[in-house]
């Protein structure tokens, strides 16, 4: 029986861990994929966005050779510290259900084991599900729902749909590394400026910006995808006019949804936000409406890798004095 299960290995969940065998808790953390998987799948050689200060465990820790980390600094880091501090955790093994058998006690059941805990924190990030244009074609193997790198595409027709930081990135990338790239985006969104409406940050739509006045890049203002076709796709402009590119491949990247399922059967309320659809969580002890059940990280509202970090240095704490009153009379 352990006292935490953590699920995920994100930022969050290496951070629960942390705080748990500081305390001396029985945990165990089952990641689906790899050490920080979501990093992992980062675009090759990206910079991150945050200052180091918002990526650290603690003070001083990432070294990056510039102002801001690659992901391959980062996810070196957050690798080193697992292993640097022996933290308990299972990769390539994933958590398909939770059930409570009794008050602190659940069964958690994975595509490789039974366990049993009296807490579960669930670190499970909010990339399960990317979401998708749901236009015909768009189970091409040509089309793509994440952007990993730029060089299969040289000299390709590329068009990447979307209006945040990660398809402005995508384009500017395909764009600089000699992809004949489109930005297909909603106006509103190129337009946006303000970095919390998710807009394209700055330092990527200035150079994107180079890139359309030496027409290295297309930009598409969309109403809509038609339709997605071997070797071209049909575009509605905000005009309503239908266009037809020439297109070798397809990046769709309109962010990407969690999946609540396991909760949602545990019985733990959601409710929409203004990130969708999110559980209601105590703001103190992030705890459920099912006691013991605890949520941290991307899919709750305490977004961002910084706060990923931050909530279970707090949180795991309040575990373990659960069981602190459980041990003195
Ligand atoms: C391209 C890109 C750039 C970004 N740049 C930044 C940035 O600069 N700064 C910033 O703050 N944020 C950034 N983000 C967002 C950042 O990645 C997330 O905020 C961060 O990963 C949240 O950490 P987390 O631990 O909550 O979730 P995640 O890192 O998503 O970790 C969740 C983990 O849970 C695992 N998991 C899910 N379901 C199961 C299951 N059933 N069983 C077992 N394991 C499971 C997943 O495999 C995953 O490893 C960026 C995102 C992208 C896509």
Redesign the pocket.
């Known amino acids: 029986m352990f006292d935490l299960i953590i ?9 629960a861990a942390y705080e748990a065998k500081k305390l001396n808790l029985n945990y165990l953390v ?14 090759i050689g ?1 910079t ?3 200052t180091t200060n ?2 650290e465990f603690y003070e001083g820790e990432l070294k990056p050779a510039r102002e ?1 980390p690659t ?1 391959e600094e ?1 996810l070196s880091y957050y690798v080193r510290f697992c292993l640097e501090n022996d933290l308990n955790i299972q990769t390539e ?4 259900n939770v059930e409570k058998l009794a008050e602190n006690n659940f069964k958690v059941t ?1 595509d490789k084991s039974e366990y049993e805990a009296k807490n579960v924190l ?7 599900y990317p979401r998708h244009l749901n236009v015909k074609g768009e189970d091409l193997p040509k089309v793509h729902h ?2 990993l790198e730029t060089y299969p595409w040289v000299k390709k027709n590329a068009l990447v749909v979307g209006g945040g ?2 398809a402005g ?1 995508a384009a500017l990338f395909l764009a600089q590394e000699g992809a004949n790239a489109t930005l297909a985006t909603f106006r509103k969104d190129w337009e946006e400026t303000d970095p919390k409406q998710g807009c394209i940050k700055h330092w990527v739509k200035e150079p994107l910006e180079e890139q359309l006045e030496k027409n290295c890049v297309g930009v598409f203002f969309l109403g809509r995808v038609v339709e997605i076709k071997e070797n071209e796709v049909l575009l509605e402009s905000e005009n309503g006019t239908v266009e037809n590119l020439p297109n070798d491949v397809i990046f769709v990247l309109i962010g ?1 949804d ?2 609540l399922t ?1 909760l949602k059967n545990l019985g733990v309320e959601t409710k929409n936000s203004k990130y969708g659809e999110v559980p209601i969580y105590d703001e103190e002890t992030f705890e459920t409406n099912v006691s013991s059940v605890y949520v ?5 509202e305490a ?7 931050e909530v279970p240095k707090k949180i795991v704490p309040k575990i373990a004095a659960k069981f602190e009153k459980v041990k003195s009379p």
């Not at 699920?7 to 951070?15: E, K, L, Q, R, T």
């Not at 941290?296 to 709750?300: K, S």
């Open positions: 699920i995920g290995a994100g930022p969050a969940g290496i951070s089952i990641e689906k994929g790899l050490i920080a998987d979501t990093i992992y799948h980062y675009p990206l991150v966005f945050s918002e990526l801001k992901r980062l093994e994933e958590v398909l994975s669930f670190a499970i990030g909010a990339m399960q994440r952007f930081n990660s990135e990407a969690a999946d396991m941290v990280g991307h899919f709750t977004r961002h890798i910084g706060g990923a970090i």
